[in-house]
């Protein structure tokens, strides 16, 4: 069964860098693409960027160039750093495996992180 | 970006049936997926592809719409459904995703 598991501190303080590991059991990350997606006080959700089975990135414009994910093929994770995050930034944030043809199908259970000083 | 557009809230009784709408700015064709959140869980995948059901979905849920104007039911309603749902288009980047639809209880 695909599972996954995100991790990382709770709390960041404001203008520092967020970074999140999700660990993925039961599938290989160099199949498929895996996505990081987040949900905002007020239900609001945001895709944020995903990683391809070939290592190639995509992100959302709206965070430029604050953002960045990479893996470690050997662990079978992957990895989401924000950097110079602000109290927008509170939000849960999701790992998820996006299915060929489109859609996430499988997600890790969230972590929330709070941007605060 | 594609600007997915959902009504806030849908009342409906157990047994009835529940149709919610998703509106996209531009054609998506096929790219629209449907999503139910619980209250403290993580979005499960319901319907993808606008009309297919992900695995392990019972066939009370169902998608139909393609282009601009999609619609996901749920017949009959039961109390386990009791959730947020959520569109999210694959067609182009960035993707994106409706503000959710609260089905309630009449």
């Known amino acids: 069964e695909v599972q996954l598991q995100e991790s990382g501190p709770g709390l960041v303080k404001p203008s520092q860098s967020l970074s999140l590991t999700c660990s993925v059991t039961?599938?290989?990350?160099?199949?498929?693409?895996w996505g990081w997606i987040r949900k905002f006080p007020g239900n609001k959700m945001e895709w944020m960027g995903y990683?391809?089975?070939?290592?190639?990135?995509s992100y959302n414009p709206s965070l430029k160039s604050r953002i960045s994910i990479t893996r470690d093929t050997s662990k079978n994770q992957f990895f989401l750093q924000l950097n110079s995050v602000t109290t927008e930034d509170t939000a849960t944030y999701y790992c998820a495996r996006l299915r060929l043809g489109g859609g996430f199908d499988y997600w890790g259970q969230g972590v929330m992180v709070t941007v605060s000083s | 970006d594609i600007v997915l557009t959902q009504s806030p809230a849908l009342a409906v009784s157990l047994g009835q049936r529940a149709t919610i709408s998703c509106r996209a700015s531009e054609s998506v064709r096929s790219s629209m997926h449907w999503y139910q959140q619980k209250s403290g869980q993580q979005p499960k995948l319901l319907i993808y592809?606008?009309?297919n059901l992900a695995s392990g979905v019972p066939a009370r849920f169902s998608g139909s719409g393609s282009g601009t104007d999609f619609t996901f039911t749920i017949d009959p309603v039961e109390a386990d459904d009791i959730a947020t749902y959520y569109c999210q288009q694959s067609r182009n980047d960035p993707y994106t995703f409706g503000a959710g639809t609260k089905l309630e209880l009449k």
């Open positions: 592809g606008a009309s």
């Open positions: 039961g599938y290989s990350i160099t199949s498929n693409y």
């Open positions: 990683i391809s089975y070939s290592g190639s990135t």
